[in-house]
T-cell receptor, first 113, second 116 residues
Framework: AQSVTQPDIHITVSEGASLELRCNYS??????LFWYVQSPGQGLQLLLK??????LVQGIKGFEAEFKRSQSSFNLRKPSVHWSDAAEYFC???????????FGAGTTVTVRA | NAGVTQTPKFQVLKTGQSMTLQCAQD?????MYWYRQDPGMGLRLIYY???????DKGEVPNGYNVSRLNKREFSLRLESAAPSQTSVYFC???????????????FGSGTRLTVV
């Protein structure tokens, strides 16, 4: 079965600085990978997804993620963080013909002025 | 377009009480899901319904039951609430379950449940 690990529980970043969130997956075949964001008190919103093609994926809110098969990683990046990016971020993995996604434990991002 | 609507948003129960969490989607999705979110554990699947008339257990189904009332609605019932069921519950849907890896989920805004 597929699984996801997010090594960082909490990250603090200054406004305007760059952000990178790590995600490592475990799956024998080509994975389907997602990043979701959860703002305080809200549901989860899809930021971006990857399942084939270009390994650098662009998403909403200025985020991008890079799929690296050799490292089993799908890290999320943003060049310049805004205060509104303070949230919890979840990486998720799916498999072909599976009915569900598996989520990581999440990374909480705090943005300081 | 409301998407996925969950009710209630907040609930406090006493141990042993029962309650039903409601979820409805207006996107004509076939597959619906219930997850619970706990600190440090991410989202864990409780039950899902691949299509109207079918339900299946996820990784943490004990203490819960579900009903797929029709294509739009998927409810989660706690028959005898326990403090271990204190959590945030999310309902999600997708167009077709076997295509979830292509499209991902649409989530509701969650129900925060406290069992005392």
């Amino acid at each position: 079965a597929q699984s996801v690990t997010q090594p960082d529980i909490h990250i603090t970043v200054s406004e305007g600085a760059s952000l990178e969130l790590r995600c490592n997956y475990s799956y024998g075949a080509t994975p389907y990978l997602f990043w979701y964001v959860q703002s305080p008190g809200q549901g989860l919103q899809l930021l971006l997804k990857y399942f084939s093609g270009d390994t650098l994926v662009q998403g909403i809110k200025g985020f991008e993620a890079e799929f690296k098969r050799s490292q089993s990683s799908f890290n999320l990046r943003k060049p310049s963080v805004h205060w509104s990016d303070a949230a919890e971020y979840f990486c998720a993995v799916g498999a072909w013909n599976d009915y569900k996604l598996s989520f990581g434990a999440g990374t909480t991002v705090t943005v300081r002025a | 377009n409301a998407g996925v609507t969950q009710t209630p948003k907040f609930q406090v129960l006493k141990t042993g009480q029962s309650m039903t969490l409601q979820c409805a989607q207006d996107m004509n999705h076939n597959s619906m899901y219930w997850y619970r979110q706990d600190p440090g554990m991410g989202l864990r699947l409780i039950y899902y319904s691949a299509s109207e008339g079918t339900t299946d257990k996820g990784e943490v189904p004990n203490g819960y039951n579900v009903s797929r009332l029709n294509k739009r609605e998927f409810s989660l019932r706690l028959e005898s609430a326990a403090p271990s069921q204190t959590s945030v519950y999310f309902c999600a849907s997708t167009r077709q379950g076997f295509e979830v890896s292509n499209y991902g989920y649409t989530f509701g805004s969650g129900t925060r449940l406290t069992v005392v």
